[in-house]
C-alpha cells in the first residue's frame, strides 16, 4: 500500500465501500468514480490528480493538505490558478500550450531529466537560425 492509500482507510475507518465513497463524491459534484475510488483505496495507483484529491478531502472530511503530504506532494494550498485578463486572447492552440507548461511544471521527475539530458549535451559551434541570438564567438 501507499502512503496515501493508508491515509485513506484510516480516515475512512473501513466505513464505507469505495462504491459508497464514490457515490458520496458525486452526490457533492464530484467525477470519482468507485473504480478509482477502490484503487486508491488498495494502494494501486499512480500519482493522484487534484480531482481525486478533492473529491477525497471532501467526501472523508479531512484537510486537503494532508492528502497530499500522504501523496508526497506540495503542501500548500492555494486559489486555483486564474490566467491574467488578457489570457482572452489567446487562441484555442496556445491555450493548450499553456495548459501543457502547467502540467509539465506540475512533474518534476520527467521535467528534470529532460533538462539533465540536455545538460549533458556537449556544446557544438552553430550558426543561428531566424530568431536565435548570434553563437558566442571564441576570441
Known amino acids: ?16 465501500s469505495a462504491r459508497a465513497l464514490a457515490r458520496a463524491a458525486q452526490e457533492r459534484g464530484h467525477t470519482l468514480n468507485h473504480d478509482t475510488a477502490a484503487r486508491y483505496l488498495r494502494g ?42 488578457e489570457a482572452s486572447r489567446l487562441t484555442r ?21 529532460d533538462v539533465r539530458k540536455l545538460g549533458t549535451r556537449p556544446a557544438r559551434s552553430r550558426a543561428a537560425r531566424h530568431g536565435e541570438p548570434e553563437p558566442p564567438t571564441e576570441g
Open 44 to 85: 494501486d495507483h499512480g500519482v493522484p490528480d487534484e480531482a481525486t484529491l478533492v473529491a477525497f478531502a471532501d467526501v472523508l472530511d479531512v484537510p486537503l493538505r494532508d492528502l497530499r503530504a500522504a501523496a508526497n506532494l506540495p503542501t500548500e494550498t492555494t486559489a486555483p490558478y486564474l490566467p491574467p485578463p
Open 93 to 113: 492552440r496556445q491555450r493548450r500550450a499553456v495548459d501543457e507548461i502547467i502540467r509539465a511544471m506540475l512533474e518534476p521527475t520527467r521535467a528534470g531529466a
Open 1 to 16: 500500500m501507499s502512503g496515501l492509500s493508508d491515509f485513506l482507510v484510516s480516515a475512512n475507518g473501513s466505513e464505507r
